[in-house]
Structure formats: structure tokens, C-alpha cells
């Protein structure tokens, strides 16, 4: 089993950052890589980045590419988005995922409690 747990979330004015932690436990070396997805209000669940474990391999959705940086300390099993430049249309629950691998939720089996961010215009 693997334990996800959020932070971070909150209210900024549009224009704004905010980091997002995601702090990992139990059998995190079955998980290569660790994801983010988030989940507007009357909408699916949509990717937003990923980030493998060793090499640190990228990889964001179009929506937050040049705004949004995953990053990860191993040490400490974290891993953190730092979103800037936030827009209204980022207000959504913010999840970290793991044990899975690519761009669909379907693919991963282990998911945080989610944190919300809600950007004001």
C-alpha cells in the first residue's frame, strides 16, 4: 500500500503561485513515478503532470505547460507543482496519484485526499 497526502492548497487572486505538496508513505518503491491530476466542479478528472522517481522525467498538460513545475525530493519522498501565473480556470481539487504510469487516471491505483485551489479573477 502506498499513503498520499496533500498540501497546500488555499485562494489566490489570478496571477498568483502556489505550491502544492505531495508527501508519500509506505511501499513507495512499487511506484516509479508520482502524477498530479485535478478535478474542476461538473468536470472529469484531468491530468496535469507527471515526474518519475529516478531520472525525474516530465511531462505537463498543455493547459499548465510553461506555468506549472513538477518536482520531486527523494529523500523526503515528496513531491511538489508549483503552479504560477494561476488562472481562474485552474480552480479545481488538486490530487497526487501513484503506483500507475501515463496520462489516464484509469491507470493508477493509489490516490491522495485531494486539496483544493480556487483562483479568484
Known amino acids: 500500500q502506498v499513503q498520499l497526502v496533500e498540501s497546500g492548497g488555499g485562494l489566490v487572486q489570478a496571477g498568483g503561485s502556489l505550491r502544492l505538496s505531495c508527501a508519500a508513505s509506505?511501499?513507495?518503491?512499487?511506484?516509479?513515478?508520482m502524477a498530479w491530476f485535478r478535478q474542476a466542479p461538473g468536470k472529469d478528472r484531468e491530468f496535469v503532470a507527471i515526474?518519475?522517481?529516478?531520472?525525474?522525467?516530465?511531462q505537463y498538460a498543455d493547459s499548465v505547460k510553461g506555468r506549472f513545475t513538477i518536482s520531486r525530493d527523494n529523500a523526503k519522498n515528496t513531491v511538489y507543482l508549483q503552479m504560477n501565473s494561476l488562472k481562474p480556470e485552474d480552480t479545481a481539487v488538486y490530487y497526487c496519484?501513484?503506483?500507475?504510469?501515463?496520462?489516464?487516471?484509469?491507470?493508477?491505483?493509489?490516490w491522495g485526499q485531494g486539496t483544493q485551489v480556487t483562483v479568484s479573477s
Open positions: 496519484a501513484a503506483g500507475g504510469w501515463g496520462t489516464e487516471m484509469k491507470s493508477y491505483g493509489y
Open positions: 515526474i518519475t522517481w529516478i531520472a525525474g522525467t516530465t
Open positions: 509506505g511501499r513507495t518503491f512499487s511506484s516509479t513515478a
